[in-house]
C-alpha cells in the first residue's frame, strides 16, 4: 500500500485535514501531511508545502485546500504521480480534476473520514 498525501494538512485540531491524517494513521495507512501551516498531528510532522517537498510512492492524494488555493499546487500534486486524487468537500475542483482525468489519475470527489468510516477507502 502506497503513501496518502494530505494537502492542506494544519496543526488545527479542529481541522479535518487534521482528523484525517490521524484517522488514515489509525487504520494502517502511511500518511505525509503537507501544509502552509507546519507543526505536528499528533507525533506526525506537517511537510511545508511551499517547499514542496518530494515524497516516493504516493497512491493517494487528499485534498484539503479550497479551488482558489490549487492552482498554484497542481504541479506539485502532479510531481508526485498519485494513482488517485481524492477531493474533499468544498476542494472539488472541475477543472482540476479534468486535467488530473487526463493525465490518468482516478479522481474521486468524496469526505476521507466517510470513507473510512465505511471500509471504502
Not at 62 to 74: A, D, I, R, V
Amino acid at each position: 500500500m502506497g503513501k496518502t498525501v494530505v494537502i492542506g494538512g494544519s496543526p488545527n485540531s479542529y481541522r479535518y485535514s487534521y482528523q484525517a491524517t490521524l484517522r488514515l494513521k489509525e487504520n494502517g495507512h502511511e500518511v505525509v501531511p503537507v501544509g502552509i501551516h507546519t507543526g505536528y498531528i499528533s507525533s506526525i510532522e506537517i511537510l511545508d508545502l511551499k517547499s514542496k517537498p518530494t515524497i516516493e510512492d504516493v497512491d493517494t492524494v487528499t485534498m484539503y485546500l479550497s479551488p482558489q488555493n490549487q492552482e498554484e499546487w497542481k504541479d506539485y500534486v502532479y510531481s508526485l504521480k498519485p494513482r488517485r486524487i481524492i477531493f474533499n468537500p468544498g476542494a472539488e475542483n472541475p477543472a482540476f480534476e479534468q486535467q488530473a482525468l487526463s493525465k490518468n489519475i482516478e479522481i474521486i470527489n468524496a469526505c476521507t473520514l466517510v470513507m473510512l468510516s465505511v471500509g471504502n477507502y
